[in-house]
């Protein structure tokens, strides 16, 4: 199911609601019994498909584009981004284009939390240095981990400009950070969870919200 | 994880679990940038009453790559030359502050003896004490066999992987050798069939209740077990009374039945790696010609280690201190030689496993 290491033993089933995270360790996929589907799988395609265009369209085409996933769900995000951008950009390599890069480490939260498991950074052949960095995840809330992203990046070289691409943004930023491209602004209130689901490691796609008094 | 004492302590899911976190390290170790700022702000204090050399530089670099403040000890120049106690030495480093405690000590148990006795509230690190445990060396030799044996010989994923059915020699001083008995439980533990060859008068008594096999005669043991790597121990001179203690009648006859030279090289599968645990005694267990062949990966043994140490302190130190002690508080360690019979976890399924290909295919369980 999971990309990176295996779920650590020790973690709790669940987590408190007042403690928020971009990523909740629980990703099993399982939606809760209150779950409700705000995205279904045509939505997500498209607003997927509207991302590469505007990404291209912004860039001018995709040479010196590279899509850093975040993992995990980040990271079949940007393959699926890199593959409409391949459809539409004649002579470009998909896998070429995409990467991987783990925040885990540069985390402001670590303490906060059970030990993580670290996934692996990747980077696509050429590197980051002088080319345009598209950051994706799937969902943006606080901020903290694009934050974690960008103190990674300057670590692993110097690009020329850094852009931001979210399945869904679901407010309640704690810093100053936005999306350049957002598949869908979905406001929500700080104690509901978002959850996305990929067909790749889900079985469906879909972004759920559950949780939360209603 | 809240310490880590003993190779016994460690699950096959949480020896497999600090591995692949080491992959991660490793990984980021190929960096032009190598520090993390993961543990900004911990403090590490390397504890060291005995002497040590790539141990010591392995934490003290592991901790820094990670952005940790360290604090090197040793024994000499300190007050423990003027007869300060284990005890005020841990009480005087919990009034620094310290979040984990990395200590090597001469006596068996003393790294037990300050994770138990609340003497410091950080997490307590075995980088070796006496003759008993060594885990740090037993997971990155546990590295350095999976990166060459698992996984198509290093070229394809080995993440999550443990080293099932890889056979695997190790020579020596195992009597003296806290090196042997941690490998010895974590290999086993990992699923790999560990065999002992030393000379009778250093295998230690109870050897019987360890999960390895015990031989004698180095060349009929590498001809019969056909092993996928073969570990030298360092004979241990500093444990012996006096040159050679009477362990074994002088050092060339020990070299000739024990000593790993080219011929003995040359008799191993093609796929075979050497390790040594370090430091080298060339000319007696191992040979030069044997030391710097392409086969021997002792160099990479070091730097794994600093990889090993990173994930060790990442999983001790990142996660919230309020987190679950995975039974290292059992009593297994008090000072004794033969604490070693606690690493049965999965008993007879190693043993009853297809004595296979070097490549080890996926895990037999029982």
Known sequence: MRAGPAVPPDLPPDLPPDVPLDHPDDESGVPGPAAVEVLGAADVGRALTRIAHEILERNRGAADLVLLGIPTRGLPLARRLAERIAAVEPGTDPAALVGSLDVTMHRDDLAQHPTRPIGSTELPPGGVDGRVVVLVDDVLFSGRTIRAALDALSDLGRPRAVQLAALVDRGHRELPIRADYVGKNLPTAASERVRVLLAGTDGRDAVLIEGGAR | ?366
């Open chain 2, 1 to 366: 994880m809240r310490h880590l004492l003993s190779a016994a302590d460690l699950t096959r899911d949480e020896a497999v679990r600090v591995l692949d976190t080491a992959a991660q390290m490793a990984a980021t170790q190929a960096r032009e940038i190598k520090k993390l700022p993961t543990l900004r702000g911990r403090t590490v204090v390397n504890l060291f009453f005995e002497d040590s050399t790539r141990t010591r530089l392995s934490f003290e670099t592991a901790a820094k790559r990670l952005s940790a403040d360290v604090i090197t000890f040793s024994a000499k120049g300190s007050s423990v030359s003027k007869g300060e106690s284990l005890k005020d030495t841990a009480l005087t480093l919990q009034a620094m502050g310290a979040d984990a405690v990395v200590i090597r000590h001469a006596a068996s148990g003393a790294p037990h003896t300050l994770a138990s006795a609340g003497w410091t509230s950080g997490a307590v690190v075995n980088a070796g004490d006496g003759m008993h445990q060594h885990p740090t060396q037993a997971l990155l030799d546990a590295y350095t066999l999976r990166r060459h044996l698992v996984g198509d010989g290093g070229r394809a994923d080995a993440t999550g992987r443990d080293l099932a059915g890889c056979r695997v020699v190790l020579v020596g001083d195992v009597l003296h050798s806290r090196v042997a008995r941690s490998n010895v439980q974590l290999l086993h533990t990992l699923g790999a069939e560990v065999t002992l060859v030393a000379p009778p008068t250093l295998v230690p008594v109870g050897v019987g209740a360890w999960p390895a096999r015990v031989g004698y005669h180095l060349d009929e043991v590498l001809a019969d077990v056909q092993p996928d790597a073969v570990m030298m121990l360092r004979v241990q001179r500093e444990r012996m009374s006096s040159a050679g203690g009477g362990f074994f009648p002088s050092p060339l006859e020990y070299s000739r039945r024990y000593g790993l030279d080219a011929r003995r090289l040359a008799a191993l599968p093609d796929h075979a790696v050497v390790l040594h645990p370090g430091p080298m005694n060339r000319g007696l267990e191992i040979t030069a010609d044997a030391a710097d062949s392409p086969r021997a990966v002792i160099v990479e043994q070091v730097a794994n280690g600093v990889a090993v140490r990173m994930a060790v302190l990442y999983l001790l130190l990142a996660g919230t201190t309020t987190g679950t002690t995975t039974g290292t508080t059992t009593g297994t360690t008090t000072g004794t030689t033969t604490g070693t019979t606690t690493a049965t976890g999965t008993g007879g399924a190693a043993a009853g496993a297809p004595a296979g290909v070097s490549v080890a295919g996926e895990r037999v369980d029982a």
